[in-house]
Structures are given as structure tokens and as C-alpha cells.
């Protein structure tokens, strides 16, 4: 069955400093995307970054990047820089159709990031 | 486009009152979503419609849960009677198939006592 593996409850890391956060998956689709959100103390859902199956290069956007392992079935978040401001949840996420033949959006546990000065 | 709309932002009701939330979609998305995030249970996708049509309604928890899109700007999630274990927020989402992700609105916080 269609599964997003977050192991990572919390991660914290200095402030300038890269910071990985960790997503794995698991699906018998061959066409399927990957994607990250960040839900703030505010409680919004914020998409940051996308990565097809089929994309050979991995996705990048401003100081998001996605470590794309396709064979290991992992889509980990890299931020670089860290700013304050990226303390929140994040959420790594799967589109699929699973077999039922639409596309749908399932949610890994999430894990809470604390950026220190 | 002023994104994803849900209403209302916060509810409190008593436990055995009916519930209506409610979400306008983003114009031209074809896949509207509605999730609920708890603690305990993180986000769950409870029913998604395509087109209109509801799609799976697995996520579903009981019969006191229902959702209905009459048409393509406008989409109700109803429980009835609510109980305090419904206690959530509920997150209403639309898309169309490609690379931009899912958009999400602003959640409506539903207490149950």
C-alpha cells in the first residue's frame, strides 16, 4: 500500500547552517510526485517544492532542494542557509493515482523544525 | 485569484449539533480535496472529487461524515451530529494535475464540546 515514512519527529539546527529532513516512500505506481509543504505556528499549508518520478534532475527552488533517490525511494529536504523563519512543520507528500485511477495526496507524520540563533 | 476560501475560520459547537464547513476552490481546478489534521492522527485525507464527482470517500470516518460539491466553485463538508472527537482542523484543498502543488486554504479550526 501507498506509504509517506517521516522518522524524524523533530530536528533542530543553528541558524546559517544546511539542515536535511528526511521523507521515504513506498508505492507500486510508476508515475507519481513528490512534494513538500511547511505549516507555520499559524497553521497555513505552504507548498515549497515538487518532484516527478520521471524528472531526472532533482528539484530545486531559492534555498529548497529535493535529494531525489528513486531507487531507495527517497525525497529528502535539503534547506540551506536556515533562517528563523523556518521553524514550523513540515510535511513531506505523495500524489498518486494507487490504483484507483485518479491522482490523490497523502501526508508523511511531518517533522518539526527549531532553528536557534 | 484569492486562493483556496474556507468558512468559517473557527467553530465551536456542542456535541449532537450539526456542522457545515465550507470551501471554494481555486477557478479552473478540477481536484478538490478535504483533509483533517489531529494530533494524534496528522493529516487524513477524508474525501477528494474530481470534477464534481466524488472520487473515494474511503477517509471517511462514519456516516455522520458527509461532503457534497454541487458544482465546480463551491464544496460543503457536513457532520452530523458532531461529536467532541471530531475536534480537528479541517483543511479544504484544490489542484490541477501538474507541477504547482496542491493548494491549500487557511483550515477551519472545529471544536467540539
Known amino acids: 500500500a501507498q506509504k509517506i515514512t517521516q522518522t524524524q519527529p523533530g530536528m533542530f539546527v543553528q541558524e546559517k547552517e544546511a539542515v536535511t529532513l528526511d521523507c521515504t516512500y513506498d508505492?507500486?505506481?510508476?508515475?507519481?510526485?513528490l512534494f513538500w509543504y511547511k505549516q507555520p505556528s499559524s497553521g497555513e499549508m505552504i507548498f515549497l517544492i515538487y518532484q516527478g518520478s520521471y524528472d531526472e534532475q532533482n528539484a530545486t527552488e531559492g534555498r529548497y532542494s529535493l535529494n531525489f533517490q528513486k531507487a531507495r525511494k527517497s525525497a529528502n529536504l535539503v534547506i540551506s542557509a536556515s533562517q528563523l523563519g523556518d521553524s514550523a512543520m513540515y510535511f513531506c507528500a505523495m500524489r498518486g493515482s494507487f490504483g484507483g485511477g485518479y491522482n490523490k495526496l497523502i501526508f508523511g507524520a511531518g517533522t518539526r523544525l527549531a532553528v536557534h540563533p | 485569484d484569492a486562493g483556496v476560501i474556507q468558512s468559517p475560520r473557527h467553530e465551536v459547537t456542542e456535541m449532537g449539533q450539526e456542522v457545515t464547513l465550507r470551501c471554494k476552490p481555486i477557478s479552473g481546478h478540477d481536484y478538490l480535496f478535504w483533509y483533517r489534521q489531529t494530533m494524534m492522527r496528522g493529516l487524513e485525507l477524508l474525501i477528494y472529487?474530481?470534477?464534481?464527482?466524488?472520487?473515494?470517500d474511503s477517509g471517511m470516518p462514519e456516516d455522520r461524515f458527509s461532503a457534497k460539491m454541487p458544482n465546480a466553485s463551491f464544496s460543503t463538508l457536513k457532520i452530523q451530529p458532531s461529536e467532541p472527537r471530531d475536534s480537528a482542523v479541517y483543511f479544504c484543498?484544490?489542484?490541477?494535475?501538474?507541477?504547482?502543488?496542491?493548494?491549500f486554504g487557511s483550515g477551519t479550526r472545529l471544536t467540539v464540546v
Open positions: 508505492t507500486s505506481d510508476q508515475s507519481y510526485g
Open positions: 484543498a484544490s489542484s490541477l494535475y501538474g507541477r504547482d502543488g496542491y493548494t
Open positions: 472529487f474530481n470534477n464534481n464527482v466524488p472520487i473515494d
